[in-house]
């Protein structure tokens, strides 16, 4: 069975230099949602410059799950950091799979505004021997360890990625979205940052792969 999702995202990412405080001031005025592992694998075809991602995210646990506000996130930020620990803590659900092709777009120099398309599938394997056979090859893998809160409708995201650190993404969801919604919902992401404690000079305009590619092109120099 599929399930397809038409969409324009807003989004702001910002690096997190302190994100125990974060989330100390999240839990005073968001409402916590979920946290969740997400391993992505980006298929790729160099003939004609596209990308899709395939999306496994695996539901670690949700506040009603746990009982108490202190210690449910703390071990996912502290110590060594190793992105599996936080799978002892907590319940996991079953796994969902999605497909997603965006047409990415950096506006004023740091928000992403995305024309996405994206499905989900009950099984990933049918899908990915079909992007193999349709001349498509992995480009990139990645994992995301996240908790999400909400505000409004203006979804924020704590993130970690082991090669690159913590960071914060606030994004809203559009059906669709003109000139003018797009800088309203810009000047909101920018209020919501604001209100997360995190300065105008921590905001990230470069897209994750390009970060990855940075650090794996470093580790590779530093290895040799």
């Avoid at 807003?10 to 969740?36: G, S, T």
């Avoid at 997400?38 to 746990?66: A, C, H, M």
């Avoid at 319940?91 to 990415?104: L, R």
């Avoid at 506006?107 to 992007?131: A, H, I, M, T, Y």
Wanted: glycine residues 6%; charged residues 35%.
């Amino acid at each position: 069975m599929i399930y397809c999702y038409l969409m324009v995202e807003i989004e702001l990412k910002a690096r997190v230099a302190d994100p125990q405080a974060l989330v100390q001031n999240l839990e005073l005025w968001a409402d916590f949602k979920r946290c969740c592992l997400k391993s992505d694998v980006y298929w790729g075809d160099s003939r004609r410059q596209v990308q899709l991602r395939v999306r496994r995210e695996r539901l670690l646990f949700t506040l009603s799950e746990v009982f108490g506000t202190e210690e449910w996130l703390w071990p996912f930020w502290m110590g060594d950091r190793e992105v599996l620990r936080p799978l002892v803590r907590g319940p996991c659900g079953t796994e969902k799979i999605f497909a997603t092709y965006k047409k990415k777009q950096v506006v004023d120099d740091s928000c992403e505004v995305n024309q996405e398309q994206e499905f989900r599938v009950d099984k990933g394997e049918p899908l990915e021997v079909f992007l193999q056979d349709a001349g498509f090859s992995v480009v990139l893998r990645k994992e995301k360890l996240s908790a999400t809160w909400m505000w409004g409708d203006c979804g924020i995201e704590l993130c970690h990625i082991p090669e690159l650190g913590d960071f914060l993404e606030l994004e809203i969801i559009r059906d669709s979205a003109d000139g003018q919604e797009v800088a309203d919902c810009q000047r909101q992401l920018r209020e919501v940052l604001e209100q997360c404690g995190i300065g105008e000079a921590a905001v990230e305009p470069r897209f994750y792969d390009q970060l990855l590619e940075e650090a794996r092109r470093e580790t590779g120099r530093q290895k040799r």
